[in-house]
C-alpha cells in the first residue's frame, strides 16, 4: 500500500522539550499538509509544504517548524513544547495541481507531561 | 473567516437505518468545497463524499448522499442502510476555491454509533 505513512505512531515528551515527526506521502503527491486535532475537536491546519518550502500557515507560533525534502517526505518539528501541544497530527498529502483531494496518514498521538 | 459548525456531539442509528448528521458554515465566498470525512478508531481520516458550491445538484456515492443548501449554508450527510462498519466520528469540511489558499476548516464532529 503507497498511502501516507506517518512516525512515530505514539509518544511521550516532557514539557520544554523538543519532537520531531515524520510523514512520507503516498507514492505521487507532491504536497503535504500537517494538522492538529486535540482531543474531541476537529483537524487544524498547521502548514503545508510544497517544493520544500510552506505555501501557506495557519495560525500556529513559530515554535511548530517543518522542513520537506527533495523525495516529498516531511518533518514537522516543535520546540518548547508545552501541555496543550498533546494532540494527534495529522499529515496530508496531495497533488499540487488540479483538485487538491487529501490522503491523510493514520497521524502520531503527542502526549506532553 | 470561515467556520464549520456540527451541532451534534453524538447520534446513534439502528442497523439498516437512515440517519442524517447536520452541518452548517460561515463563509463570505461564492466558491468552495465541502466535504464529509469518517475518522473510525484507526485515526485515519478518510473522505466520504466531497461537493462543489457551484454544482446545484446534490452529491451522492452509494449509501451517502448529502442536501446541500446554499443560501442557507447548510451541508447535511445521509447515511441510508446503515452498517455496523459506518460506526465512527464523522467531519464536515470547507475548503476555499482560491488556489493559494489551502487551509481546510474542520467542524468538531460528531459521533456515529450504529447499534445491531
Known amino acids: 500500500d503507497a498511502g501516507v505513512t506517518q512516525s512515530p505512531t505514539h509518544l511521550i515528551k516532557t514539557r520544554g522539550q523538543q519532537v520531531t515527526l515524520r510523514c512520507s506521502p503516498k507514492s505521487g503527491h507532491d504536497t503535504v499538509s500537517w494538522y492538529q486535532q486535540a482531543l474531541g475537536q476537529g483537524p487544524q491546519f498547521i502548514f503545508q509544504y510544497y517544493e520544500e518550502e510552506e505555501r501557506q500557515r495557519g495560525n500556529f507560533p513559530d515554535r511548530f517548524s517543518g522542513h520537506q525534502f527533495p523525495n516529498y517526505s516531511s518533518e514537522l518539528n516543535v520546540n518548547a513544547l508545552l501541555l496543550g501541544d498533546s494532540a494527534l497530527y495529522l499529515c496530508?498529502?496531495?497533488?499540487?495541481?488540479?483538485?487538491?483531494?487529501?490522503?491523510f496518514g493514520s497521524g502520531t498521538r503527542l502526549t506532553v507531561v | 473567516a470561515q467556520t464549520v459548525t456540527q451541532s451534534q456531539p453524538e447520534m446513534s442509528v439502528q442497523e439498516a437505518e437512515t440517519v442524517t448528521l447536520s452541518c452548517t458554515y460561515d463563509?463570505?465566498?461564492?466558491?468552495?468545497?465541502l466535504f464529509w470525512y469518517k475518522q473510525p478508531p484507526s485515526r485515519q481520516m478518510i473522505l466520504v463524499i466531497r461537493?462543489?458550491?457551484?454544482?446545484?445538484q446534490n452529491a451522492t456515492e452509494n449509501r451517502f448522499s448529502v442536501n446541500f443548501q446554499k443560501a442557507a449554508k447548510s451541508f447535511s450527510l445521509k447515511i441510508s442502510d446503515s452498517q455496523l462498519g459506518d460506526a465512527a466520528m464523522y467531519f464536515c469540511?470547507?475548503?476555499?476555491?482560491?488556489?493559494?489558499?489551502?487551509?481546510?476548516?474542520f467542524g468538531a464532529g460528531t459521533r456515529l454509533t450504529v447499534k445491531p
Open positions: 469540511a470547507y475548503r476555499s476555491e482560491t488556489y493559494n489558499n489551502n487551509d481546510m476548516r
Open positions: 461537493q462543489e458550491a457551484y454544482k446545484q
Open positions: 496530508a498529502s496531495s497533488l499540487a495541481r488540479g483538485f487538491m483531494r487529501y490522503t
Open positions: 463563509t463570505s465566498e461564492s466558491d468552495y468545497y
